[in-house]
Every structure is written in structure tokens, then in C-alpha cells.
């Protein structure tokens, strides 16, 4: 499948409510993103810290299509896309 701008909509809009979680631990670093499916867009929330004393970070994004397209590529395999082509 073809994630075109029509077909990533439709994928959104199909799939309103997916909700998914991934974390990172590095050495000096930790994130984890939750990423949510809502109102036709790609809502992410990234929480994590690095090894500084006051480095902890909470950051709300909507994810540009080139973010959403990766995204849905990762995990095509967990949504409905139910006669899309």
C-alpha cells in the first residue's frame, strides 16, 4: 500500500483511538513517546530525561505527514485498513 496523503487520511480517520507507546534508554538518556490517533491527526507525547540534574522534558506535538507516514509504516499491521489499496 501506497501511503499517499489521501490514504494516510484515511488511515487516521479509520483508526481514530489507536494508541501506542515505544521507549528509548540510551546511556545518558530515557523517552518514552506515546503516540495517539485523534481527530484525524497524530497526536505524540514525548516524557523522558537525560543524565543532567534538570533535564526532564514533556513535549505535546502533531506529527508533520512525514512523522505520521513513518509512523503508520511501523505499525500498518496493528490498524484497520479495511478496503483501502
Known amino acids: 500500500m501506497r501511503l499517499t496523503k489521501d490514504v494516510i487520511q484515511k488511515l487516521l480517520d479509520m483508526n481514530e483511538g489507536f494508541e501506542k507507546t515505544t521507549n528509548f534508554v540510551d546511556r545518558?538518556?530515557?523517552e518514552t513517546?506515546?503516540?495517539l490517533i485523534k481527530g484525524g491527526k497524530l497526536l505524540v507525547r514525548s516524557v523522558g530525561k537525560t543524565s543532567w540534574s534538570d533535564s526532564r522534558f514533556d513535549n505535546n506535538t502533531i506529527a508533520d505527514i512525514d512523522q505520521t507516514r513513518r509512523?503508520?509504516?511501523k505499525v500498518i499491521d496493528a490498524l484497520k485498513t479495511d478496503g483501502i489499496k
Open 28 to 30: 545518558n538518556f530515557r
Open 33 to 35: 513517546n506515546h503516540y
Open 71 to 73: 509512523f503508520l509504516k
